[in-house]
């Protein structure tokens, strides 16, 4: 099964940072990765999806980039309201994975 | 808007059985593929299953197969979960989500229903 790896773990940005987490999939999964915002105690939301494609009603701040085993999630200007852990999802075929999450937190 | 309301989360015991269930409303239910995927407390989401429009096709997570069955109805709008011998790594919030069409990422999510499995 392909595993999702994301780094970092954690991070502390300040207000109005560049802020940027990787995904990296253990085989090739073409541009099939979207990634979900998950903030404390709530749902997680759909920020992303094909990798690039920004889902409708996300601030545009957020940006996906990458294609193969390596992508990218960018806040270009971190906002308070953007803490939250972050999910990268791979969906090409079953069995669909998860990575285990980056939670970000305002310095 | 779409809609998407689990039930049928509790506490059971060990190797018990239970069954989830999801109301959808506000989207063509038999358009799209539909999923459960769940979160132990303070841990990360983890996929559990995923269901065809048709309902004949279904695939599952290792870490549940043979236990867990997904089924839906298409004339009711309603996605099932049944659950057999329980173990307690399954306790979690068991969310029920919407794909997109036949892409299987997660683009609605419901409120979630939350299942303790313990003795």
């Known amino acids: 099964d392909i595993q999702m790896t994301q780094s970092p773990s954690s991070l502390s940005a300040s207000v109005g940072d560049r802020v940027t987490i990787t995904c990296r999939a253990s085989q090739g999964i073409n541009n099939y990765l979207a990634w979900y915002q998950q903030k404390p105690g709530n749902v997680p939301t759909l920020l992303i999806y094909?990798?690039?494609r920004l889902q409708s009603g996300v601030p545009s701040r957020f940006s996906g980039s990458g294609s193969g085993t390596e992508f990218t999630l960018t806040i270009s200007s971190l906002q308070p309201e953007d803490i939250a852990t972050y999910y990268c999802q791979k969906y090409n075929s079953a069995p669909i994975t998860f990575g285990q999450g980056t939670r970000l937190e305002i310095k | 808007q779409v809609q998407l309301v689990e039930s049928g989360g509790g506490v059971v015991q060990p190797g018990r059985s239970l069954r989830l269930s999801c109301a959808a409303s506000g989207f063509d239910f038999s358009s799209h593929v539909m999923h459960w995927v769940r979160q132990a407390p303070g841990k990360g989401l983890e996929w559990v299953a995923v269901?065809?429009?048709?309902?004949?096709?279904?695939y599952y997570a290792d870490s549940v197969k043979g236990r867990f069955n997904i089924s839906r109805d298409n004339s009711k709008n309603t996605l099932s979960l049944q659950v057999k011998t329980l173990r307690t790594e399954d306790s979690a919030v068991y969310y029920c989500?919407?794909?997109?069409?036949?892409?299987?990422?997660?683009?609605?999510w419901g409120q979630g229903t939350l299942l303790t499995v313990s003795s």
């Open positions: 269901i065809s429009t048709d309902g004949k096709y279904e």
């Open positions: 989500a919407k794909g997109r069409f036949n892409w299987n990422f997660f683009e609605n």
């Open positions: 094909a990798a690039s």
